[in-house]
């Protein structure tokens, strides 16, 4: 079947992404790997592990060089092709603007790509694509032409990740999973977090227009046992006792723990059940036995969150 043969093969090679090759020669100035149906492809001898030899399979960035030629690195870039994230301008030139992407040869965004005038020095949510014509990668600041057009596929408390890309008066508007329109909304936010971080959010809800509220928070589960981790380290450092209770205000609880109240609740009831703290109106106590390690004997649940 040497047709579904070909198609196969062309799904292979990736080019702005990540590729496991075998590396077929050996030359002066580097190796080549087999690209397949690209033929032979040259990694450099400046990115080459010291102990590569022929035969040996190396996991290598591809992309084309200023002469259009394949070129296989070890440098890590910033994104790749089909993601999203905040680069540098390093230059602008005739054609566009050249980004800093971490690697060599630095990512071009052309004029008719930019959403505004991108200016030598400053830093710009850029989403990275092959181009169809060129067969080269260049990215954009044009998201709206790339992101949210396929209709989401989450579900309520699947995990995701995220990329900040601007601050509105209702929290911040994200970009989830390099695909869709979300937003994170202020209730949500606890710890600072700025244009271009990359994080792990859940699914709160996808709207009706395909847009995806999500949370920083996490999972309940997930939240309440994090938190509890953070109290028994709290209590730890400071002589095994505190004041805020669950009688505190929701202010003072958010301040000391960067929660809500609810939750805060929950992981003093979690910590309460396992008989790790000891519960008063005005102070919250390390219980003796939760102060050093688990004995071998004792069931401890979950290990890490109560074992030194």
């Given amino acids: 079947m040497p047709i579904l043969a070909d198609i196969l093969c062309k ?18 100035f580097g190796f080549y790997l087999d690209g397949e149906e690209y033929g032979e492809i040259l990694m450099p001898q400046k990115y080459a592990p010291e102990e590569l030899k022929i035969g040996d399979m190396q996991r290598v960035f591809i992309y084309r060089d200023s002469g259009g030629r394949l070129v296989a690195t070890t440098e890590r870039p910033f994104l790749e092709v089909g993601e999203v994230g905040l680069l540098r301008a390093k230059s602008v030139g005739t054609v566009g603007a050249f980004m800093d992407w971490g690697v060599l040869k630095d ?3 052309p004029f008719r790509e930019q959403a505004v005038d991108i200016e030598e020095g400053r830093d ?52 989830v999973d390099n695909l869709f329109w979300g937003m994170v909304y202020n209730n949500d936010v606890f710890d600072p977090i700025r244009v271009g971080d990359r994080l ?14 999500v949370t920083l ?28 209770t ?35 109106d005005d102070v919250v106590s390390l219980a003796a036995h939760g102060t050093g390690k688990c004995s071998t004997s004792e069931i401890c649940w979950p290990q890490v969150l109560f074992c030194a």
């Fill in 107 to 109: 990512l071009l965004v």
């Fill in 124 to 175: 710009y949510i850029v989403y990275v694509y092959l181009d169809n014509e060129t067969k080269r990668i260049v990215g954009s600041t044009k998201l709206n032409k790339y992101i949210g057009n396929k209709a989401p596929r989450c579900e309520e408390g699947d995990e995701v990740e995220i990329v900040v890309v601007k601050r509105t008066d209702l929290g911040f508007k994200v970009v």
């Fill in 200 to 213: 792990s959010a859940y699914v709160k809800h996808v709207r009706e227009d395909g847009k995806i509220d």
């Fill in 11 to 28: 799904d292979m090679i990736k080019i702005g992404n990540y590729n496991e090759l075998e590396v077929v020669k050996k030359v002066d």
């Fill in 246 to 280: 669950d009688s505190s205000s929701p202010e003072e609880i958010k301040s000391l723990f960067q929660c809500s109240k609810k939750d805060f609740k929950k992981a003093l009831g979690l910590l309460y059940k396992k008989g790790r703290v000891s519960l008063s």
């Fill in 217 to 244: 928070r996490g999972r309940g589960g997930d939240r309440v046992f994090q938190l509890s981790r953070r109290i028994v380290g709290y209590l730890k450092d400071n002589g095994g006792r505190m004041n805020v």
